[in-house]
């Protein structure tokens, strides 16, 4: 039981550089949710998909791109990444619509420098 | 001010003692309310699930909820090293799921 799976676990990268987070669930849920958590201030919502074909903007969405390419997978895209988007990067699906509760993958750690 | 303020710890606390941990908010619309645990680099896993006021027990674990207050509560008994993590308050309203700053614990053998 894979649950949430997400790649790569750990990435370096320089300012300017792009940069394509994965992640794939296996328990056929319908949303999707891309989090980042810093110190301090909790895991904040960067964008979601309620369903396939659908996105839409969380509370931090500044710098950031999605794509939901299928029901399993939802990547995070960072097109020219800059030091303020160092973080730890987690992925959660859920089964319903707004009202289950979300399952997290173990995160992506991001450093730019 | 932030929608949901949790108490920041750490908490050290010695193997069997019970563990509380609180969170507050201010969005009335809340419905759902969690807790989740997250180990050192691994992601949040769910202990707790509930969207009624009162308790709800699950072995160890016990979550309060007072939607009059705005106050959510976690309960650990006899709690055990392995119960050692960052505790983390959810609260959700329709897709949007907002989460306490967490509460770092060390249970001491």
């Known amino acids: 039981n894979a649950g949430v799976t997400q790649t790569p676990k750990f990435q370096v990268l320089k300012t300017g550089q792009s940069m394509t987070l994965q992640c794939a669930q296996d328990?056929?849920?319908?949303?999707m949710y891309w989090y980042r958590q810093d110190p301090g201030m909790g895991l904040r919502l960067i964008y979601y998909?309620?369903?396939?074909?659908?996105?839409d903007k969380g509370e931090v969405p500044n710098g950031y791109n999605v794509s939901r390419l299928n029901k399993r997978e939802f990547s995070l895209r960072l097109e020219s990444a800059a030091p303020s988007q160092t973080s730890v990067y987690f992925c959660?699906?859920?089964?319903?619509?707004?009202?289950?509760?979300?399952?997290f993958g173990d995160g992506t750690r991001l450093s730019i420098l | 001010q932030k929608e949901v303020e949790q108490d920041p710890g750490p908490l050290s606390v010695p193997e069997g003692a019970i563990v509380s941990l609180n969170c507050t908010y201010s969005n009335s619309a809340f419905q759902y309310f969690m807790w989740y645990r997250q180990y050192s680099r691994k992601g949040p896993e769910l202990l707790m699930y509930?969207?009624?006021?009162g308790n709800k027990e699950d072995g160890r674990f016990t979550a309060q909820v007072d939607k009059s207050s705005k106050y959510i509560s976690l309960f650990i008994r006899d709690s055990q090293p392995s119960d050692s993590a960052t505790y983390l308050c959810?609260?959700?309203?329709?897709?949007?799921?907002?989460f306490g700053a967490g509460t770092t614990v060390t249970v001491r053998a």
């Open positions: 998909s309620a369903s396939e074909g659908t996105t």
């Open positions: 509930t969207y009624s006021s």
């Open positions: 959810a609260m959700r309203h329709d897709y949007k799921l907002s």
């Open positions: 959660a699906s859920e089964q319903g619509s707004g009202n289950q509760p979300q399952h």
């Open positions: 328990m056929n849920h319908n949303s």
